[in-house]
């Protein structure tokens, strides 16, 4: 499937009731792509819904669920198989981080984002990847970030937890490079977004010097994703940290993740 076959076909996109998640909605949809867009919150969903039916003549739909439920991932897919809907492009975008040292978080919070940031990512991969292998067709975008690239304190289990997303997508996208089905990573720096409240931190100066609009992220994601490319970083400053951090040992990139997370 190429950039001009996405008209007409369906995606589904995870975490589209805020952030960059309605971005992906948005870019998709001014492709020509239909778009299903899927959160908890309904309201916000429904916004969404009727901006994008209105503003790029596609069709919308939208479904509430809570990605941490094993069961309700399972319900998705078997709804919409049952619908007869096809899935042509996969968003694995819902996540959050949490902030803070990481024995002062509660495991409640941490098992909740490990469900969401991973396990709901990998589960709906394994759901509608296999489909796709059998159509020899679609995408699969994951939402990983920046801090998948190094040990971050104060983000260590959130860090971790996309350095799977990283390592899982771009290991996908090798075992599939004779077929016509892409899994890309994108992995975002700071995106301003509801992000950084609902992780329990106010952004610093750095955060704010360096953030990108989610739009910005959400092209560079789509366009990487249609070229089928292992993965992206959106952004110049944030490609040069990524790569900047690979020549130091990981103590030392540890350590100044730390200090760009904590500073004033
Ligand atoms: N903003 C940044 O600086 C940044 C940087 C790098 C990567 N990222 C990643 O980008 C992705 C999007 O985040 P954002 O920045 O756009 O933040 P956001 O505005 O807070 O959006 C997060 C989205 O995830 C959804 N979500 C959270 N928990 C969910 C659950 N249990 N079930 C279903 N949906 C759930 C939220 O919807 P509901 O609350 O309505 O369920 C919301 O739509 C995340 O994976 C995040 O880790 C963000």
Known sequence: MSKQQLSGRWSLVTGAS??????????????????????????????????LTARFRVQAEYVTADLADEQARQQLYDDLSQAGRTVDVLVNNAGFGLFGMSWEIPWEQERQMLNVDVMAMAHLTKLFLQDMVKRNSGFVLQVASYAAYQPAPTYASYSAAKSFVLNYGEALNYELRNTNVGVTVVAPGIVDTAFHDVAGQKKN?????????????????????????ASVIPGWMNYATVWSNRLVPRRMSAATAYRLMTMD
């Open 205 to 229: 100066r750095y955060q704010r010097m360096t953030q990108m609009k989610p739009d910005e992220v959400a092209r560079v994601a789509v366009d990487a994703m249609l070229k089928r490319k």
């Open 18 to 51: 805020s952030g960059i998640g309605v971005d992906l909605a948005r870019e998709l949809a001014s492709r020509g792509s239909n778009v299903i867009v899927l959160a908890r919150r309904e309201e916000k969903l429904k916004e969404v819904q009727a901006e």
